[in-house]
């Protein structure tokens, strides 16, 4: 492995690490709140079931990962601007943990590869519209656009069935039953998450391969991508284990107040949309937005107030703020580094 590389791999591995950081939060805030599972039970199993689907998430992307990768993108440049998105996405998911928001990794990621891509073709002196147009996947947008929509719509409507049924009974079965599914949907959630986040990191660290001449594909992995993808696993689960509480606590406390049976089914829905999202449809979701607007959508069939909504608009600013933003961080960081490639 040359240093540009080993360089590379280190700052995705910085990148796994804030993943799982930031998005430990999504997996675990709502069981620990109810006391479907304590604090630091909840961390450990996310953690392992994280890195778990990690793995499968990286062996997934070997099938297609030329379906992410551009010609332009290849040799000295492809590296450069995996680095550059790396960088621009700690950042930004730092900045949002600082200010206690639930925010998405992985539109700061694609925003800031977008960028990047930008000032390869900027200094190429490619023709622009023809590259951007060939490189913009319009399902893999509408994907991230519409997932919190649809999540947002299937906790409203599924709230309203499982609380008539689930609260048949005495009140300490239905209290039992609420924190089972608590229980249930943070394991579902770490392990399609875990999928997401490996996919994720996993077809950058291919992409830089692929650009660099190595072989990649089901038949010829080389020992040096298992070897690194095995680092992004472990990587993930050591970022998880830091829980994001201040996270947590806006999911829980500022955002909306829910109770134990519509906070089940707001952690069940975004657990499985990263499922469909990851086997199913093979397109990027994210966890955040998913499990944000499935909160806010079970609140929103209670009786009383519940939903406040002065922190729901702060949190959706940030949201639309972060492709901006991290788009154009990866456009002037790439442009600003080229020379060096």
Do not use: K
């Not at 709230?159 to 039953?177: D, F, K, L, W």
Request: one cysteine or more; charged letters at 10%.
């Amino acid at each position: 492995m040359t240093p540009g590389l080993a360089v590379v791999a280190l700052l995705l591995c910085a990148l796994a690490a804030m993943t799982g950081f930031r998005d430990a939060p999504n997996a675990v805030a709502l069981p620990v709140r109810f006391r479907a599972l304590t604090p630091r039970l909840a961390l450990v199993m996310t953690a392992l079931i994280n890195a778990v689907g990690a793995l499968l998430g990286i062996g997934l992307i070997t099938l297609s990962v030329h379906y992410f990768t551009s010609p332009a993108v290849r040799g000295d440049v492809g590296p450069l601007a995996v680095g550059v998105t790396a960088v621009v996405a700690v950042l930004w998911g730092l900045l949002l943990w600082w200010r206690r928001l639930p925010g998405s990794t992985t539109h700061a990621v694609l925003s800031a590869l977008a960028g990047a891509h930008l000032a390869v073709q900027l200094s190429l002196h490619d023709d622009l519209a023809g590259s951007i147009l060939e490189s913009v996947r319009v399902e893999v947008v509408l994907s991230l656009l519409l997932s919190p929509v649809i999540a947002w719509g299937l906790a409203r409507l599924l709230t309203g069935p499982v609380v008539q049924v689930a609260t048949t009974g005495t009140t300490v079965n239905v209290q039992r039953r609420a924190r089972i599914a608590l229980a249930v949907s943070a394991g579902a959630m770490a392990m399609g998450h875990g999928l997401q986040a490996g996919q994720r990191v996993g077809v950058l660290w291919a992409a830089v391969l692929l650009g660099s001449g190595a072989a990649l594909s089901p038949d010829a992995l080389t020992a040096e991508f298992v070897v690194v993808s095995v680092l992004f696993a472990l990587a993930i689960a050591l970022g998880t284990l830091g829980g994001a509480w201040r996270i947590a606590w806006t999911l829980t406390e500022r955002l909306v107040r829910l109770d134990p049976l519509r906070a089940s089914v707001a952690a069940v829905v975004p657990a499985g949309l990263l499922f469909v999202g990851s086997l199913v449809l093979h397109l990027p979701l994210s966890s955040t937005h998913t499990a944000t607007a499935a909160i806010v959508g079970a609140g929103q069939t209670q009786t009383y107030a519940s939903v406040r909504w002065p922190t729901v608009l702060r949190v959706g600013g940030w949201w639309l703020l972060t492709p901006v933003v991290c788009a154009a961080l990866g456009l002037l960081g790439t442009l600003a580094l080229l020379p060096l490639a």
